[in-house]
């Protein structure tokens, strides 16, 4: 399937209930293995080598995104170091504040331990709600992980080979205020709110420093010289 077909289709259902027919349809998307060069060659042709608004952390790309729905190709490397494990935030338990379908793509993929939210009432720091049963899913080709926006919590564990995986992340425009994603400790206990600004710090650091290589006054092969 191509990813113009998926958006298309995606149009013309209720992202709220149609889970079988979505998950169906972002497995048929995964069988696109040209979606990266499709949508880099796409890229440098409307914007050039910029990677502003094109990146999503410093390992995934955003191939489409509107006020309802985000498509996502992301990347899970193997980890040798903590730095490592920390860029691409495994072993963190979190929730998200949206809804979330994900497919293996390619490799191994990551592994996802899981648990439902059982308690109603906000989360708050230093208080453990209680849990559902601990679920363990690899996200290998055509696996499908949907999880529901802030009544799970989960983390990642890296893949034994280069990974990816495709997302699409549901975010339909709320008029209020809603609850925010929390970050949990290896105890499940909540420790603060929200993990995007976690990935958004990682990301720029990453953005400012490819952006300093771009600017410097110096090539590669100058500094070689030099």
Known sequence: ????????????????????????????????RTLLSEYLYSTIQQDGFSTQNRLYGAYAFVLHSNDLFTVRLGFWSPVTSQDERETFIYDLNHTHDFELYCVGYSGDGYTTVSREILDQAPLQAGRRPEFGEERVLKLSPGE???????????????????????????????????????????????????????????????????????????????????
């Open 1 to 32: 399937m191509k990813l113009k077909t998926f958006i298309e289709r995606m149009a013309t259902y209720d992202l709220q209930h149609d889970s079988a027919t979505i998950i169906a349809d972002l497995r048929l998307l995964a069988t696109n």
């Open 144 to 226: 499908v992980l949907h999880m529901r926006p802030l009544r799970e919590v989960h983390k990642q564990l890296p893949p034994e080979t280069m990974s990816a995986s495709l997302s699409l992340l549901i975010h339909p425009r709320q008029e209020a205020t809603t609850e925010e994603a929390w970050c949990f400790d290896d105890n499940l206990v909540p420790t603060y709110p929200g993990i995007a600004r976690q990935e958004a710090a990682l990301f720029d650091s990453l953005l400012s420093r490819l952006q300093r290589e771009q600017t410097s006054p110096l090539t590669q092969s100058e500094r070689k010289s030099a």
